[in-house]
């Protein structure tokens, strides 16, 4: 099994981005983090990053004149780091089509609902106002549609009676990591390719997304 060389974007705090640094350290993904990079100066993440030796960029959306520019740069630095796979980790940037084309099936996002509910924001406190029963993370093919791209994985929990969107969010967090690190195990088992909005894990389509229970690995 070869090593994959994985890209990671973040705007923040980077907790998935640890946990992939520490599935890494344990020896349980066989990857090489080759780049973090955030559009934010102040991201925590970068501070792991920095921990942990990983070379670490800043572009910052707001000293671009506009969106291309902004998206040239990220294109070419993602570039530069050659990756297998780009992971968007809490990056809360649209992903623009100069990014996008060079990396279509190659860049995956997480996001903090059971898509195709609650693209967007606030994922949390949408899912308790509709009264759903359930919450969950997604793991999920970035296309030109925020949020939209083929689904790869979930993961599902609960939602409690006296749950308010922090708690929520909180007992989300740790299964999010257990998401990630999983999926990306999944992703260097497996050929998994994404064409025409399907993806096809070893040749085969895949119809339903992969379902995370608790306490398992995806196989
Ligand atoms: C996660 O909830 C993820 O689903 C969302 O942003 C959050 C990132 O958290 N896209 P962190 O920065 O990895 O701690």
Known sequence: ?????????????????????????????????????????????????????????????????????????????????????????????????AVLEPFEGRMINLHPSLLPRYRGTHT???????????????????SEVLDGGPVLSQLRIPILDKDDKTTLAARLAPMEHRLLVSTIEFLTRHEVECRDETIYVDGKPLNRPLLLQPDETLS
């Open 124 to 142: 949390y406190q949408r899912a308790l106002d509709a009264g759903d029963v359930e919450h969950g993370a997604s793991i999920h093919f970035v």
């Open 1 to 97: 099994m070869k090593t994959r060389r994985l890209t990671v974007l973040i705007s923040g705090n980077g907790s998935n981005l640890q946990a992939l640094i520490d599935a890494r350290d344990q020896g349980r993904l066989r990857i090489e983090i080759v780049q973090v990079i955030s559009n934010r100066a102040d991201a925590m993440g970068l501070k792991r990053a920095d921990r942990a030796g990983i070379p670490a960029l800043i572009i910052d959306h707001r000293e671009f004149p506009d969106r291309a520019s902004f998206d040239a740069q990220l294109a070419a630095a993602i570039q530069a780091g050659a990756p297998d796979l780009v992971v968007l980790a809490g990056f809360m940037r649209i992903i623009g089509p």
